[in-house]
C-alpha cells in the first residue's frame, strides 16, 4: 500500500467498525460514543492513527496548531504560573493531560529548569506518545508517562486544549422536547437521528425550536476524577469557550460542534471519519462547578489574553525579533486566540492561593 492510500484505509475501516458498533447498539448509537470512537479507537480514531496533527501550515500535512506551536512563548509565559503553583502548593512535579506534539512539554521544562522534578504525561494515544518520547529525550528520567490515573496526585495539573477534545452528548430541542442525537447506518455512509431522552442543557434558556446543542458530561466527570485525587497542588486548563449564560445563549441555535482537517473548519463530523479532528467548545461553568463540588477550589478564570499578559508576556515580546513577535501576538489578539481561549485554575482542598495568571482580569463573577 502507499502512503498516498493510507488515509482512506485508515478511514474505511474506521467507518466498518463504527457500523458494526451501531449494529451491535441496535441501531443507533449517541453521539458521545460515535465520537470516542472516530477520535480514540486504538489505530484508527484520529488521535490514535499515525497522520500529522499539529503545525502552524497546512503545507505539513497538519490539520491545526495550538498555542505550543504558534510561539515558545507561551510555554514560557505559562512556566510563571506554574513556578509559582508549584512552590506555593510545595509540590515539584507536573502532570500534563493530552500533550499532543509535546512542544508544551518541552518549553516548560527548558522554562522551570531544575526547580522541576518531575513531568508526568497522560496521554491516551500511543502515537502521540512515542513522537512525544522522541521531542523529549534529551531530558531523560524527568520525564515519564502514565498508562493510568494515580489514586493520589500531588501535582500542579496542566491541560492545554483537552477538555474540547472529550466526547459530548448532542441534544436537539423540537419547540416541544429535548432529543438526544445520534448516528445510524445511512447507505454506504452514516446519518443523524433523534430518540427521547431524559437529558437537558443546564439552563432553560428559552431555546428556540430546531437548537441543536450539547453537554459535557466527560470533561465535567474529568475534572471529578481529578479533585477526588488531587491531594496537594494546582490544575490549569486552557480552551476554547465559554461561560452557560453565553454557551447556551438562545441565539447560538447550532451549538459549537466543529471538525477540523489541514486548517479549515467544517460542521460534518461524519463524513471522512478518522482523517479530521472533532470538538465542541466548553462550557467553563460546568467545568467549575464540577470541579467546586468535588472539593476544588476555583481560583481563577480569565482570558488567555489577560493570562499571558499577567504571566510576563508583554517583556517576553519586547525582546523577541519581529517574527517572534508577530507569531506571539496571535496568541492574545481578539480575532484569534486571545479573547476566545480562557483559562481556569483549581487548588486542591485547603491550598488555595492568588494566582498571578488572574491578578488582573479575572472573570470568576462570569461563570
Not at 15 to 27: K, N, S, V, Y
Request: proline share 5%; aromatic share 8%.
Amino acid at each position: 500500500m502507499d502512503a498516498s492510500s493510507e488515509p482512506d484505509s485508515v478511514s474505511t475501516r474506521l467507518m466498518a467498525l463504527l457500523r458494526q458498533a451501531i449494529a451491535e447498539a441496535g441501531g443507533w448509537l449517541p453521539f458521545d460514543r460515535f465520537m470516542a470512537l472516530a477520535l480514540y479507537q486504538p489505530g484508527l480514531g484520529y488521535y490514535a492513527n499515525t497522520a500529522p496533527k499539529f503545525g502552524a501550515m497546512p503545507q505539513s500535512g497538519s490539520d491545526f496548531v495550538t498555542a505550543p506551536e504558534l510561539s515558545p512563548l507561551f510555554g514560557r509565559a505559562l512556566a510563571a504560573q506554574l513556578r509559582q503553583a508549584l512552590q506555593v502548593t510545595g509540590t515539584t512535579t507536573v502532570m500534563e493531560f493530552g500533550a499532543g506534539s509535546g512542544a508544551l512539554a518541552e518549553q516548560v521544562l527548558e522554562a522551570l529548569g531544575d526547580t522541576l522534578h518531575r513531568y508526568e504525561i497522560v496521554d491516551l494515544s500511543g502515537v502521540l506518545r512515542a513522537r512525544q518520547q522522541q521531542r523529549l529525550a534529551r531530558f531523560g528520567e524527568r520525564v515519564c508517562w502514565l498508562d493510568r490515573w494515580p489514586e493520589t496526585i500531588e501535582a500542579v495539573v496542566l491541560g492545554n486544549e483537552v477538555l474540547d477534545a472529550m466526547p459530548v452528548q448532542l441534544l436537539h430541542w423540537d419547540g416541544a422536547q429535548w432529543l438526544e442525537r445520534g448516528v445510524v447506518a445511512a447507505g454506504d455512509g452514516l446519518g443523524w437521528r433523534d430518540a427521547p431522552t431524559a437529558l437537558k442543557p443546564p439552563v432553560d434558556a428559552g431555546f428556540a425550536p430546531g437548537t441543536v446543542t450539547e453537554i459535557h458530561a466527560q470533561a465535567e466527570a474529568f475534572v471529578t476524577t481529578l479533585a477526588q485525587r488531587l491531594r496537594r497542588g494546582a490544575a490549569f486548563f486552557i480552551d476554547y469557550g465559554f461561560p452557560e449564560a453565553e454557551y447556551y445563549h438562545p441565539q447560538r441555535r447550532g451549538g459549537t460542534l466543529m471538525c477540523h482537517r489541514a486548517h479549515r473548519a467544517d460542521s460534518e463530523p461524519l463524513q471522512d471519519v478518522g482523517l479530521k479532528d472533532i470538538t465542541a467548545h466548553v462550557n467553563f461553568t460546568g467545568i467549575a462547578l464540577a470541579g467546586q463540588a468535588a472539593g476544588l477550589e476555583v481560583i481563577g478564570y480569565t482570558t488567555q489574553a489577560h493570562f499571558l499578559f499577567n504571566c510576563g508576556l508583554l517583556a517576553m515580546l519586547e525582546a523577541a525579533d519581529v517574527r517572534g513577535r508577530a507569531m506571539a501576538q496571535k496568541l492574545v489578539t481578539e480575532h484569534e486566540m486571545g479573547e476566545l481561549f480562557k483559562v481556569i485554575g483549581f487548588a486542591a482542598p485547603g491550598q488555595g492561593f492568588e494566582p498571578l495568571g488572574f491578578v488582573q482580569g479575572d472573570r470568576m463573577h462570569r461563570l
